[in-house]
Each structure stands twice: as structure tokens, then as C-alpha cells.
């Protein structure tokens, strides 16, 4: 067999190898798996809930009687418990609303000393016990909040309003009577503002946890001056 010949074979052999290939069915190209979107979570909405915690500070019950009188200070402390009720609306990450609370409290302290008169004890005065409490308090705030997803955090201020008492005694324990008090008692309501900030976590798209801190400082009378930190949970229909 000559050299054309053989070239010849080859190039028969080629040619039907393609037609045969032409005729086998086309691989399917492998597509790529499509994620699910991912669901945002929505704070939207208005909510109620439960929150508790404790309290710690100090009261001065000469602070508004009279600027004569060197600070005379009382450390508080105690527990607070009781509900929450807001509304807010989510604009991508950012989070606004409006939120209130009325808690029972159990915030009480004393403490005894001579008043004193530009650091001169006072003689007339004689050494004073006062004994002061905070039996509830009420807060409205606005929530300004930043979230990421299931989690929320905000900044938070406003007013305050507490139900407290003071009662300024003798070291006999005698009523200590001043004209500004009622019947030797200082009055039980003090308005004042509050400011903190929280971390809240929403478990589902209608149950949330938070942890927040919050000071707050009020005055009548008196003045007090308190930190709490609180938990709680909240429950939110959409809107």
C-alpha cells in the first residue's frame, strides 16, 4: 500500500468518526443552584411586654428644700418590675418609635447625719435620719435604634415620673417638721427625664428579648438620682 493510499484510510476514518459523534445527544450544561432569598426580619410594629430589674443610687432630701443646706445624700437600691407597651416602624436598618412602661418599685435607703451649714454643722438642726423610697415609676421614651437583622440596637430618652417619699426623723425617732413638707413628709411625686440605650433579639417574627440600662434623675422635694438595669420581653403585632 502506497503513502495516498494510507492518508487516504486515515482521512475516511476521521470523517466518520465526526459524523458519528455529531449524532450522539448533547451533555446538558450543569446549572448552578439558585440560593433562597433570605427573609429580613421587620421590627415594624406595636408591641406590649414584661420587664423587671434592679436599681441603685442615691436621693438628697435637703437638694430642694434649701440651697443653705451642704448635700446631704442617701444611698438607694432596690428591685423594679412591671410592663411595657410602644409602637416603632423599621426604614432599612434604622428603627424609630415611641415606648412606655409602669413599674412597681422597691427602691429604698437611709441614712443619718447633722446637716450642715457651709461645713459647719448646723446646731439647731441636731442629727437627722432620713429614710426614703420609691414605691413605682413611669417612663415615656423615644427608641432610636439601628438593626441588624434579628438584632436591635437603640439609644432611648425622655421623661420620668416617680412615686417617692421621704421622712426626715430625730435620732429619738421624732418627726422632723419642715414648713415646706407636708405633715414632715416630702411629697411622692417627682417629674424628671431618663436616658440609656438596650440591646434587644427578635426569637420570632413576633417575640423579642431586650437588655437595657437606664438612668434616671428626678426632682420635688427631693432629688434623686438612680441607674437601672432591666430585661424584658415583648411581644409585637406587625402592622
Same mark, same amino acid.
Given at each position: 500500500m502506497n503513502r495516498a493510499k494510507v492518508v487516504a484510510a486515515i482521512a475516511a476514518m476521521m470523517i466518520c468518526g465526526s459524523a458519528h459523534a455529531a449524532d450522539l445527544p448533547m451533555r446538558p450544561v450543569p446549572q448552578m443552584p439558585v440560593a433562597a432569598p433570605v427573609p429580613?426580619?421587620? *421590627? =415594624? +410594629? !406595636?408591641?406590649?411586654?414584661?420587664?423587671?430589674? +434592679?436599681? *441603685? &443610687?442615691s436621693q438628697d432630701p435637703f437638694n430642694i428644700i434649701t440651697n443653705r443646706f451642704d448635700r446631704f445624700s442617701t444611698d !438607694?437600691? +432596690? &428591685?423594679? @418590675? &412591671?410592663? =411595657? !407597651?410602644?409602637?416603632?416602624?423599621?426604614?432599612?436598618? @434604622? @428603627? /424609630? &418609635? /415611641?415606648?412606655?412602661d409602669l413599674d412597681w418599685a422597691n427602691i429604698n435607703g437611709s441614712a443619718s447625719a447633722t446637716p450642715t451649714i457651709g461645713g459647719v454643722p448646723c446646731g439647731l438642726c441636731g442629727p437627722v435620719t432620713a429614710q426614703t423610697k420609691i414605691d413605682w415609676e413611669s417612663t415615656a421614651r423615644l427608641r432610636v435604634g439601628y438593626a441588624d437583622n434579628n438584632w436591635l440596637f437603640y439609644a432611648t430618652g425622655g421623661l420620668a415620673l416617680l412615686g417617692a417619699e421621704t421622712n426626715l426623723t430625730t435620732a429619738a425617732g421624732a418627726p422632723v417638721c419642715i414648713a415646706i413638707f407636708d405633715g414632715c413628709t416630702g411629697t411622692n411625686r417627682q417629674l424628671g427625664a431618663a436616658l440609656g440605650a438596650g440591646l434587644e433579639y427578635g426569637f420570632t417574627s413576633n417575640l423579642s428579648g431586650k437588655v437595657e440600662y437606664l438612668y434616671i434623675t428626678a426632682a420635688s422635694l427631693e432629688v434623686s438620682r438612680h441607674s437601672e438595669v432591666r430585661a424584658g420581653l415583648n411581644y409585637r403585632f406587625g402592622m
Amino acid at each position: 500500500m502506497n503513502r495516498a493510499k494510507v492518508v487516504a484510510a486515515i482521512a475516511a476514518m476521521m470523517i466518520c468518526g465526526s459524523a458519528h459523534a455529531a449524532d450522539l445527544p448533547m451533555r446538558p450544561v450543569p446549572q448552578m443552584p439558585v440560593a433562597a432569598p433570605v427573609p429580613i426580619y421587620d *421590627w =415594624t +410594629g !406595636i408591641y406590649v411586654g414584661v420587664n423587671g430589674g +434592679g436599681a *441603685w &443610687g442615691s436621693q438628697d432630701p435637703f437638694n430642694i428644700i434649701t440651697n443653705r443646706f451642704d448635700r446631704f445624700s442617701t444611698d !438607694i437600691s +432596690g &428591685g423594679v @418590675v &412591671g410592663g =411595657t !407597651i410602644g409602637a416603632q416602624v423599621q426604614v432599612k436598618h @434604622v @428603627v /424609630l &418609635g /415611641l415606648e412606655a412602661d409602669l413599674d412597681w418599685a422597691n427602691i429604698n435607703g437611709s441614712a443619718s447625719a447633722t446637716p450642715t451649714i457651709g461645713g459647719v454643722p448646723c446646731g439647731l438642726c441636731g442629727p437627722v435620719t432620713a429614710q426614703t423610697k420609691i414605691d413605682w415609676e413611669s417612663t415615656a421614651r423615644l427608641r432610636v435604634g439601628y438593626a441588624d437583622n434579628n438584632w436591635l440596637f437603640y439609644a432611648t430618652g425622655g421623661l420620668a415620673l416617680l412615686g417617692a417619699e421621704t421622712n426626715l426623723t430625730t435620732a429619738a425617732g421624732a418627726p422632723v417638721c419642715i414648713a415646706i413638707f407636708d405633715g414632715c413628709t416630702g411629697t411622692n411625686r417627682q417629674l424628671g427625664a431618663a436616658l440609656g440605650a438596650g440591646l434587644e433579639y427578635g426569637f420570632t417574627s413576633n417575640l423579642s428579648g431586650k437588655v437595657e440600662y437606664l438612668y434616671i434623675t428626678a426632682a420635688s422635694l427631693e432629688v434623686s438620682r438612680h441607674s437601672e438595669v432591666r430585661a424584658g420581653l415583648n411581644y409585637r403585632f406587625g402592622m
